[in-house]
Nanobody, 114 residues
Framework: QVQLVESGGGLVQPGGSLRLSCAAS????????MIWVRQAPGKGLEWVSD????????NYADSVKGRFTISGDNAKNTVYLQMNSLRPEDTAVYYC???????WGKGTLVTVSS
């Protein structure tokens, strides 16, 4: 059974950090590009970052470049999103998506507020 399970969200103060995890099961993520997408309250989906199959190429939205880092751990079949210097505008539900499998996780909520 294919599953993507996000975790690591929560409430953090501006300037703080969080690390999101996306645990894959039922397939090996290393064969597929993996994508983080977010949806802020009342807004549409926004692509945040992606990592290629084999984890050798990464891309970032301008809004997060230099603050977020995407990575993958093949042994744990997990993709991570390290988020530093968080801002209130980063508040959103963050989703993990596997384009090759066309499968979404259920999301994890990140709230950046003082």
């Amino acid at each position: 059974q294919v599953q993507l399970v996000e975790s690591g969200g929560g409430l953090v103060q501006p300037g703080g950090s969080l690390r999101l995890s996306c645990a894959a099961s039922g397939f090996s993520f290393s064969y597929y590009a993996m994508i983080w997408v977010r949806q802020a309250p009342g807004k549409g989906l926004e692509w945040v970052s992606d990592i290629s199959s084999g984890s050798d190429t990464t891309n970032y939205a301008d809004s997060v470049k230099g603050r977020f880092t995407i990575s993958g751990d093949n042994a744990k079949n997990t993709v991570y999103l390290q988020m530093n210097s968080l801002r209130p505008e980063d508040t959103a539900v963050y989703y993990c998506y596997c384009s090759g499998m066309n499968y979404w996780g259920k999301g994890t909520l990140v709230t950046v507020s003082s």
